[in-house]
């Protein structure tokens, strides 16, 4: 086989330093002609961006603020804004290079091109940093001078506790809805929630009648006007009321209303709270789902509500055969749980309920329940004992004897679980980290509570209650979002004196353990449930606040 020799490569000398290169347009090497022609000529080295520490926001050129994470395209995108002269070249490739998170400096890798000679491209690899500079957004300029929003939406509830707006609070966080707010108040009956901009309080008002049942009323108030353009300045309200009716609550409906829904049985309880609220009958598991429309026209209350409930022992079940989705008919045999609690048990007799000390404790009940699928022999379920019951309602008082059970149960309860006292490994956020600190997202109590007074630990109370119906309820912990807890610390059980928990942890008050060690003793020989909804790790978030540029704080 006979050896062909490829052509001949041609070379020529650099003009400038002499190296043999491939010849080009400028018979130039490539050293040479970066030291010739720059490039970068006319761009900038350095610049600067505008960040907002209270909102953490970037100023976007050339009056937008936009929320934007370290090391993000968004923040990429601002800061190429910030420059000159890219029109003149074309981008390849940018990319941050990595800084400190506490650094205050921003550097940014470009590749760029350009067209030197005739058919000559060069290309060019440099970096340009950028100066993070405090200010002021003028969304929270207007929040630190007082006084100056526009629009205003009055929330309320006339319930006797605050784990609704608990709710409300986690259900914002997770669709980002507070990030338009500019200040949060709480009064006596739910929160004020002032904005700069009318539309951003219409917002809220669609996303309030989205997630929860209510009815609004808009208003507004005439501040000043030009007689001469025909131009006013308003101040707009908007009045939003919730149903005070929550979930797990014992509702009498009225006859004739209970008629027109199916003709469900007038005692139902409260099994879920959306923009309508579903009633369910336990005995015959009918249910019945009202909007919000329809309750205002003929709106009632409810007769009792979770701090009513009592603990009931599930001494024998037995499935009745009916079954709607996830609810099992049964008929259940239960025991209230001070009859199975030794006398020497209860300490001090003052502090035992009439219901407890009396004859009926140590009674059987025979009731319907919907828990069929869920409650097994020797558990513990909530419930609401009817027998010696006394209802300001003239509803409850037109039903016969017969439709009125002794027991309804509820919901199934783990108390085992509550006396291990044990640290949660999760957390929820809050939209202000402090009381002072208004118009903020962190880790801290915030918004609810902030009153503090004699209702502060009653607050404390039903945000305790909160944390364990989201435990115990997939279903309603799918719904917010939660958050590993990295400083969860495990708590001495045999601390008596009351401490605050804060986020995630549960309060212990203090009692006289002088007569209490019977009942020590049994918590500590009590398993815990098998069954207990545990909050898995995979459904926890991460929080990312410490790779914020500005300070950031411990949670």
């Not at 918004?447 to 435990?471: I, N, P, S």
């Not at 020989?525 to 411990?554: I, W």
Request: contains cysteine.
């Amino acid at each position: 086989m006979e050896f062909v020799p490829g052509p001949a490569v041609h070379r020529v000398l650099c003009a400038d330093c002499g190296t043999p290169i491939v010849p080009n347009s400028a018979n130039l090497c490539v050293a040479c002609l970066r030291n010739t022609v720059d490039i970068t000529e006319g761009i900038p080295k350095q610049s600067s961006v505008s960040f907002c520490r209270n909102c953490e926001r970037f100023l976007s050129p050339p009056q937008s603020w936009t929320l934007a994470r370290p090391e993000s395209q968004e923040l990429l995108a601002i800061c190429l804004k910030r420059l000159k002269g890219l029109n003149k070249v074309r981008l390849t490739e940018a990319h941050f290079i990595w800084t400190e998170p506490h650094s205050k400096r921003l550097r940014v890798s470009l590749t760029i091109q350009k067209e030197v000679l005739t058919s000559t491209i060069l290309e060019q690899i440099f970096e340009i940093e950028y100066l993070v500079q405090h200010g002021q957004c003028p969304d929270c300029t207007k929040l630190a001078a007082k006084n100056t929003w526009k629009a205003l939406v009055q929330v309320r509830q006339k319930v006797s506790h605050k784990r609704t707006f608990l709710y409300l609070e986690q259900l914002i966080l997770k669709h980002g809805t507070q990030k338009d707010t500019i200040s949060v108040k709480e009064v006596r009956d739910g929160l004020d929630f002032f904005y700069s901009q009318r539309s951003h309080a219409i917002k809220m008002v669609e996303f309030l009648a989205g997630v929860v049942p209510v009815r609004s009323k808009g208003s507004e108030q005439l501040l000043s006007t030009d007689t001469h353009s025909g131009t006013a300045n308003y101040k707009f309200t908007y009045s939003v009321e919730i149903v005070p009716i929550c979930k797990d609550d014992l509702v009498c409906i009225p006859p004739k209303q209970a008629r027109q829904l199916s003709n469900i049985s007038p005692l139902t309880i409260c099994t879920r709270v959306g923009n309508s609220f579903q009633l369910l009958d336990p005995a015959t598991l009918q249910s019945c789902e009202i909007s919000a429309p329809v309750y205002w026209r003929a709106p009632f209350i409810s007769l009792a509500t979770v701090t009513d409930l009592v603990e009931f022992t599930i001494l024998d079940i037995e499935p009745s055969g009916a079954v709607r989705g996830k609810w099992v008919s049964a008929d259940a045999q239960v025991a209230m749980s001070g009859a199975f609690k030794s006398h020497r048990s209860y300490g001090d007799q003052d502090t035992i309920m009439d219901h407890e000390n009396s004859s009926v404790s140590t009674q059987i009940f025979h009731t319907r329940t919907h828990l069929g699928a869920i409650l097994q022999p020797g558990d513990t379920a909530l419930g609401y004992h009817l027998s010696h019951a006394n209802f300001n309602s003239d509803d409850f008082s037109s039903l016969p004897s017969s439709r009125i059970p002794d027991i309804i149960l509820v919901k199934k309860t783990y108390p085992n679980r509550r006396k291990k006292n044990k640290s949660r490994n999760w957390k929820l956020r809050s939209i202000a980290k402090e009381a002072g600190e208004e118009g903020e997202t962190g880790a801290g109590r915030g918004v609810v509570g902030r009153m503090g007074g004699r209702d502060q630990k009653k607050v404390e109370e039903d945000y305790e209650r909160f944390l364990q119906d989201l435990e115990e309820d997939p279903e309603l912990r799918g719904t917010v979002n939660l958050y590993a807890a990295k400083d969860t610390k495990m708590r001495d059980a045999t601390d008596g004196a009351r401490k605050k928990g804060g986020q995630y942890g549960m309060d212990v008050d203090e009692v006289d353990t002088s007569n209490t060690t019977v009942v020590d003793e049994d918590e500590q020989d009590a398993e815990e449930e098998p069954d207990f909804p545990a909050v898995k790790l995979e459904e926890l978030l991460e929080e990312f606040d410490e790779m914020t540029l500005g300070d950031s704080e411990s949670p």
